[in-house]
């Protein structure tokens, strides 16, 4: 009989990372068409922008570092998929191109490639132009409107107006927000199909959805004013942040109890930002504040060892 000796893994997925980017690309495409739907040709462009952005930045990198090239594997497409859906509709042709290029060059490559990033690169992108921008990025218009009227966000209505959106609003997404903030039944759907199809772990979502559903609950019964549980989870990047970026399994815990740990994390800073802090959300920090615990998280939270 002949033995075969091997390293680690020993359990392989029939999935290769090319695959996987693509099933998640392909979760993406409701909310991607209910986001031109919504806004029509501004969100087609800003969408465009990003992603030819992001994979010719992805090439030219590669080249540099004279390694193969790494635009096939489709990881850049959906960087700068994900970086587009945390944007507003307005945002401008050239911070597009630089947050699409800050994402791949620092949050990806500057730490060595894929599976190297310690942080989300669409994140890191979005925290760059946050910075860079910070009023662009707060200026969102509304649906359907063809004269690009502003409005703000129903978070931002809530915390420095004390008005409180409809639910179903923010269910169908007719409010002003970033691309992948409006349409919680398409990201929903997006959301199943990772679950469904095993790319993504239930834990993280769960335990962020969860401590943000727990948290707004108590602060409701103190007071209404401060949002209802439906509402906290509707609105706002959570369920985009929570199926398509808390879930990336590079920059999060590799261990079961890790992921509750990392999502439970994620839910209680969101929610402490969003009622403590001078701004109305806090899904992007959150998610990076809990990618840089990730190796703590993982270190012990370890299994022991078979006859340990």
């Known amino acids: 009989m002949n033995i075969t000796i091997n390293c680690s893994p020993h359990l392989r997925s029939s999935l290769n990372t090319p695959q996987i980017m693509r099933h998640v690309i392909l979760a993406l495409m409701p909310a991607v068409a209910a986001a031109v739907f919504l806004f029509k040709t501004p969100a087609l462009l800003v969408i465009v922008n990003c992603v030819a952005a992001s994979m010719l930045t992805e090439e030219i990198v590669t080249r540099i570092r004279k390694k193969p090239s790494a635009v096939g594997d489709c990881s850049a497409a959906l960087t700068g998929l994900l970086l587009v859906l945390t944007l507003p509709p307005a945002t401008t042709w050239y911070a597009a191109v630089l947050g699409s290029v800050f994402a791949i060059l620092v949050g990806k490559h500057l730490f060595g490639g894929l599976g190297c990033n310690i942080f989300n ?27 690009a009227v502003s409005g703000a966000t129903p978070l931002a209505m809530r915390k420095f107006s004390a008005q409180i959106t409809p639910t179903i609003d923010l269910f169908l997404g007719t409010v002003s927000g970033s691309l992948g903030e409006t349409s919680v039944l398409c990201l929903v759907l997006g959301g199943f199909y990772l679950l469904v199809r095993k790319i993504a ?108």
């Open 121 to 147: 690169p669409a994140l890191i992108g979005r925290a760059f132009l946050m910075a860079a921008y910070p009023k662009m990025l707060t200026t969102f218009t509304q649906p359907f409107s063809v004269d």
């Open 201 to 308: 772990d239930w834990r993280i979502p769960l335990g962020m959805i969860f401590t943000a559903g727990l948290i707004s609950g108590i602060f409701y019964l103190i007071n209404p004013a401060n949002g209802s549980v439906q509402f906290h989870l509707c609105a706002g990047g959570l369920v985009l942040g929570a199926f398509f970026m808390a879930t990336d399994p590079v920059t999060t815990p590799v261990t079961r109890i890790g992921r509750y740990i990392f999502g439970i994390g994620c839910g209680l800073m969101m929610m402490v930002i969003r009622y403590f802090s001078g701004l109305p959300e806090g899904v992007m920090y959150s998610i990076l504040f809990m990618n840089a615990f990730t190796p703590l998280i993982n270190r012990y939270t370890r299994p022991k060892g078979f006859g340990r």
